[in-house]
């Protein structure tokens, strides 16, 4: 009886069963937890609406879906749940005098990024999964990546949403506004939800104008204090002129080169406190050659550069010397993710800290786990500029089971929260960590976040086991 009526509601190629799901079921590393009941193809809001619906008539757990990019398994189903992907929502407009975009939940984020880019704009959320990643999971999850430093997370360049609750009434926030003071902010509710609260379907994007020029090094750091001071310097020179500050220590970019040997060293001799460092300007007296010929934003870099040589801060940096070589050395951060999935299992942080604490925490969490566990491997890099870290751990496969990651997970996170800091940067929850919120988000806070779920979906069908278990 459901299934009939979704076919209905949604067309025979709106709803596939059988082999036809094994895709939806694997996620863009081949993790996989069951096969879905079903996945549901709506190809507008109102499919979105009717399927939500039926299935909450039903009793039907449904799980929204879209590029399958995530890292805590927040989009894949369990048994008999059913997947809702977004795919076919891909309606895109740019509206170059408002900067803005109204983009469906399916639109990829490349796709968004080169429409706005044909108009001289940018939607600045910069991440690997770009050619995959949906605006929809995107949202969803409040991503962040490279440029949160200077553009913030997606939740700061969202005006507007439209999104579908669990018994299939629409919400429409699509609105383009830049202040909007009416009630309870559910846009900025529902971003971040993992499609836990709702479906988001589309939404209203800001856009910025596109950089004429980026000026991009990598450094090698005296130490972790010398790299913030550098950063702290820059910012005040450039204006806020600073899109990425990527750490990638010595460790890291072995481990990269080991599975992507094409990839070049970014520097002849190792560095533990190696930096990406971006600049990126759209103002035309920027983008202009200065004496040499360079652009005079590469000219800038340069002089903070030499000045942080010439004091001992950088004992090396390199520049490229053509757009080529730059994207190598984005290559090679990008390709971090897939690298320590290819060099083994580890059990993977997510951490926020505040940007001043990350050399006394990285100091103080390498020396805790080699007290306990001498022989333990370790790896990290990430977003120094936000304070968002990666951070992943290797043990002993010999005795490797349950209690042992919950003793590394307690050092570990003992340490984030002594700092100040929080479990979960960028990535989100997920089904992966639903038993660190319960143990370690405010008990005021989560019995608030329970409430809401429960006031929005009381019978539990969107993504269940998802961010509150």
């Not at 042992?404 to 340490?415: G, K, M, N, P, S």
């Not at 989100?428 to 806070?445: C, N, T, W």
Request: charged content about 20%; glycine content about 12%.
């Amino acid at each position: 009886m459901t299934l009939a009526a979704l076919v209905e509601a949604l067309g025979a190629d709106g709803v596939l069963t059988g082999a036809d799901c094994e895709r939806y079921a694997r996620d863009w590393a081949g993790n996989r937890r069951a096969m879905p009941a079903m996945v549901l193809r709506p190809r507008d809001v109102a499919g979105v609406s009717a399927a939500l619906r039926i299935a909450a008539g039903a009793g039907l757990a449904v799980v929204p879906q879209g590029g399958n990019t995530g890292v805590c398994a927040g989009a894949l189903p369990g048994a008999g749940m059913a997947v809702l992907s977004l795919d076919r929502l891909a309606g895109l407009d740019i509206d170059p005098r408002a900067r803005t975009a109204r983009a469906g939940a399916g639109v990829t984020l490349q796709a968004l990024q080169e429409a706005a880019a044909a108009h001289g704009l940018a939607f600045p959320v910069e991440i690997g999964a770009r050619g995959s990643a949906t605006i929809g999971g995107v949202l969803a999850t409040n991503a962040g990546g490279f440029n949160v430093l200077r553009h913030g997370n997606a939740r700061a360049l969202c005006l507007g949403l439209r999104a579908v609750l669990a018994g299939g009434q629409v919400v429409d926030l699509m609105t383009a506004l830049a202040k909007d003071n009416t009630g309870y902010d559910l846009r900025d509710l529902l971003i971040g939800s993992e499609g836990t609260l709702a479906v988001i379907t589309d939404a209203v994007l800001r856009l910025v104008p596109a950089p004429r020029v980026r000026a991009t090094a990598f450094a090698a750091f005296r130490d972790g204090q010398a790299a913030l001071d550098f950063l702290a310097r820059a910012e005040a020179e450039t204006g806020g002129l600073i899109e990425a500050f990527e750490l990638l220590p010595a460790r890291a970019v072995a481990l990269i080169r080991r599975h992507f040997p094409e990839l070049p060293a970014p520097l002849a001799r190792p560095a533990d406190w190696g930096v990406l460092v971006e600049l990126a300007s759209a103002a035309g007296r920027d983008a202009a050659p200065g004496p040499d010929g360079r652009p005079a934003l590469a000219g800038l870099l340069e002089s903070l550069l030499a000045e942080a040589l010439a004091s001992g801060a950088v004992s090396d940096a390199a520049l490229p010397q053509s757009e080529a070589q730059r994207l190598a050395l984005w290559r090679l951060r990008e390709a971090s993710l897939e690298a320590t999935t290819r060099e083994g299992r580890w059990i993977r942080f997510d951490i926020a800290l505040p940007r001043v604490a990350v050399p006394a925490f990285l100091e103080q969490v390498e020396a805790a786990l080699r007290r306990q566990w001498p022989g333990i491997r370790t790896n990290h890099l990430g977003h120094l500029g936000d304070g968002n870290l990666h951070y992943s751990v290797m043990p002993d496969p010999v005795g490797w089971d349950a209690a042992l990651t919950a003793r590394i997970e307690a050092v570990v996170l003992d340490l984030v929260a002594a700092h100040g800091g929080s479990f979960a940067a960028e990535h989100g929850i997920g089904r992966a960590k639903p038993h660190l919120l319960a143990r370690r988000k405010d008990p005021g806070a989560l019995a608030a976040m329970r409430a809401i779920k429960a006031a929005l979906d009381p019978a539990g069908i969107l993504n269940p086991g998802a961010v509150l278990g």
